[in-house]
């Protein structure tokens, strides 16, 4: 299932904060998106989820969606989000309880993502039991257990320590070449954008306006750190975000005051 924004924009009072955003997310492609503080990338995802309506323009979704889904669309947050009381397999069945599935099915598809994220050993746990690496593992394992068409991924990293992002990201790797889920992922990471991002979005600052799209054609399997094509491009990026960055720090700084 394809993810298509068409003209996205919006206005918070009078300040405008998203302009004319057309973008077509391919299905089995995971595309990032950034831009400086304030350019709209979390609002544009939750435009995207229904959280919220834009102003202006639609987001649609086009063609079948994945054998099994049981939501088009879900989300996975920088702050896990999970429930302590209940155990790691306790939080994964709560995406599945209303929809109506037998015991044996729920089962099942709980066994199936413990094993794709490697959390079989710690069904049992309790969120705080768990490391802040092993706690967002839980998060994605609750996002696949629903087989969503596209999985929005809001700064899924950003609470890691840089060993941990690592590790995740190896993980999220294995997990695409598993089975090719498709994601738009809002960072503000740049080596991850070229770690996870099949093509990187860059938006300008307020109000945010795709200023280009940058294409990786590397598979991520033989991407990781210190790869000179990947630095390079990374490099491009920051040279394309700088002044941008600059001019959103002023713009903030001047509201402050």
């Given at each position: 299932m394809d993810l298509l924004l068409r003209g996205i924009s919006h206005r918070y009072g009078g300040t405008e904060?998203?302009?004319?955003?057309?973008?077509?997310i391919r299905r089995g492609e995971i595309v990032c998106i950034i831009g400086p503080s304030g350019c709209g990338?979390?609002?544009?995802?939750?435009f995207i989820g229904g959280l919220e309506r834009p102003d202006a323009g639609e987001v649609l979704l086009s063609g079948p969606e994945?054998?099994?889904?049981?939501?088009?669309?879900?989300?996975?947050?920088?702050?896990f989000a999970l429930l302590p009381w209940r155990t790691v397999a306790g939080n994964i069945s709560?995406?599945?309880?209303?929809?109506?599935?037998?015991?044996?099915?729920?089962?099942?598809?709980?066994?199936?993502?413990?094993?794709?994220?490697?959390?079989?050993?710690?069904?049992?746990?309790?969120p705080r039991q768990l490391s802040g690496g092993m706690r967002q593992r839980v998060a994605i394992a609750r996002a696949l257990a629903?087989?969503?068409?596209?999985?929005?991924?809001?700064?899924?990293?950003s609470a890691l320590d840089s060993q941990t992002r690592e590790l995740l990201m190896d993980d999220l790797v294995s997990l695409w070449q598993r089975e090719r889920f498709t994601a738009c992922y809002v960072t503000h990471n740049?080596?991850?954008?070229?770690r996870l991002g099949h093509r990187v979005v860059v938006l300008s600052r307020r109000p945010g306006q795709i200023r280009t799209v940058v294409e990786i054609d590397m598979e991520l399997?033989?991407?990781?750190?210190g790869h000179p094509e990947l630095e390079a491009i990374q490099s491009q990026l920051w040279t394309l975000l700088?002044?941008?960055?600059?001019?959103?720090?002023?713009?903030i700084a001047d509201v402050a005051e």
């Open positions: 904060v998203m302009r004319d955003i057309n973008l077509d990338k979390s609002t544009l995802l939750r994945p054998e099994g889904s049981l939501n088009p669309l879900t989300y996975v947050f920088q702050d709560l995406v599945l309880e209303d929809h109506g599935l037998g015991k044996q099915r729920v089962a099942a598809i709980i066994e199936d993502v413990l094993a794709r994220t490697g959390l079989s050993e710690f069904r049992e746990a309790l629903v087989r969503p068409a596209v999985m929005l991924m809001d700064e899924p990293l740049l080596a991850e954008a070229v399997s033989e991407r990781g750190p700088r002044d941008e960055a600059r001019a959103a720090d002023r713009e």
